[in-house]
């Protein structure tokens, strides 16, 4: 979850919404897939948000070593988090600089998790961290964006979204900063109708439009149903 929804939640979220436990599990598979989990991996999570996917995956593979960093940490922020890990292998950073430091220090894997859409030049980005002496031919990237121009709305706004992307546009931009994709596509194609319905409702409505979070994020459903939702994703 992004910061800025964690914020209004004082930071202490209990319940995670389907979706958010289905897309960890999607990352899950994918690292099983493309990475050697039978040895010792570095992992970097840039924009890690509030830490939810870092420790999912830290305890999938506890050999193996994160490293979580967000912008938006604050020294308060940093305090609060570590006090609630009880993973020996994440460490928390406010900046990348602070963790690639070290020398030998190698990134099997980078999680990009709904982060280039913050940033306006997405392609510089990219092409800057490849530039990173810790990243080389064999680190394995996942990215994940939000999907379909024509859903962006309100909600993107509040979160400082430059924009939304089809897997046109985002092949297209990852290949201009010297990235080759090996994978590509969209997942929870489920969601699409009630996402579009949102925002239309958002478009025709007279009211003023929310600021805040969406029912993508809030889940106020029982365990039984959380665990349908999370299957059939």
Known sequence: MDLKEARDKNFTVTVRHPWELARANVLYSLSKRFLNTEQKFCVMDIGCGDT???????????????????????????????????LP????SSSLENITNQK????????????????????????????KPFINSKTIFLITVPAYPFLFCSHDTFLGHFRRYTNRSLKKNLNKSG???????????????????????????????????????????????????????
């Open 89 to 92: 292998n994440v460490f928390l």
């Open 104 to 131: 030998n220090l190698h990134a099997q894997l980078i999680l990009l998790n709904d982060v280039i859409e913050h940033i306006e030049d997405d392609v510089g980005f990219l092409a800057n961290l490849l530039s």
């Open 52 to 86: 939810f996917v870092t420790e999912y995956l830290a305890k999938k593979f506890p050999a193996s070593t994160f490293y979580a960093v967000d912008t938006a940490f604050n020294d308060e922020l940093l305090k609060t988090y570590r006090s609630r890990l009880n």
């Open 179 to 233: 990235l080759h994709v090996l994978e590509i596509g969209y997942f929870f194609a489920l969601l699409l109708p009630i996402r579009l319905f949102q925002v239309l409702m958002e478009k025709i409505s007279i009211s003023p439009k929310s600021s805040g979070t969406t029912g993508l994020v809030q889940w106020e459903g029982n365990r039984f149903t959380e665990k349908i939702l999370k299957k059939i994703l």
